[in-house]
């Protein structure tokens, strides 16, 4: 039986034996096909949206609030110079320069915190170009880092590191301590999760404005 935190649930041992529950960047593999990339120093991932308030006259304060623009999939990639690999070709292209890719490729994170592969999180980062690559020569310290910066069209997750195909099971299933969930009319939210049927947002589902009137969200 895990034990918990009194007030917030949180898991602090399993029985009568310790536990780590926290996320770790050690348990994380960055794969290109099925090639696992080295000597990477940091990856940053960013998934931004713009949301509009609405407004009205005669009212103080915003009466409504929706997104008016896609998710954006940006990101960036430091890599020590190691293999004799420079970053491009460490991501399993056949080229150095931003301006000789033709065609973009995909990256898959791994997340091997559980022991059970079924447990496992595989993320895709669908369709990726680089934008930028910058790196230094500096007298002051040999070693030479890469820089990388990305754009991507989507992404999503799924468990089961072995199958990181779009459509698996949702990652959010209440991790270590069992949150539930809302699961909108037709799963959208998950169906966009696990980029199931090639959705690449969730805003075009029929019934937006129905949300909320069939029961509680949370």
């Not at 059970?116 to 500096?138: E, F, G, L, P, R």
């Not at 690449?200 to 129905?210: E, H, P, V, Y």
Request: charged share 20%; proline share 3%.
């Amino acid at each position: 039986m895990t034990e918990t935190a009194s007030g917030t649930g949180s898991t602090l041992d399993w029985g009568a034996n310790n536990k780590t529950s926290t996320a770790i960047s050690t348990n994380i593999l960055i794969m290109v096909g099925n090639h696992a990339v080295g000597a990477i120093q940091k990856l940053q991932i960013t998934e931004s949206r713009q949301v509009k308030m609405v407004d009205e006259v005669g009212t103080d304060g915003h009466i409504d609030s929706v997104p008016t623009k896609s998710t954006d999939i940006k990101g960036s990639c430091t890599r020590v110079r190691f293999d004799k690999l420079r970053i491009a070709e460490a991501f399993s292209r056949g080229f150095v320069h931003v301006a000789s890719q033709a065609y973009p490729f995909d990256i898959v994170i791994i997340d091997k915190q559980k022991r059970d592969t079924n447990s496992q999180i595989a993320t895709v980062i669908k369709n990726v170009w680089i934008t930028q690559i910058d790196y230094t020569y500096d007298t002051n310290d040999w070693i030479i880092s890469d820089n990388m910066s990305w754009e991507a069209e989507t992404i999503w997750s799924v468990l089961n590191s072995g199958s990181p195909n779009p459509g698996g099971t949702p990652v959010a299933v209440g991790g270590e301590i069992g949150i539930t969930h809302a699961v909108l009319p037709g799963g959208i939210e998950q169906i966009t999760d696990t980029g199931n049927y090639g959705r690449r947002g969730s805003l075009d589902a029929a019934g937006l404005i129905d949300i909320g009137s069939s029961g509680d969200l949370y």
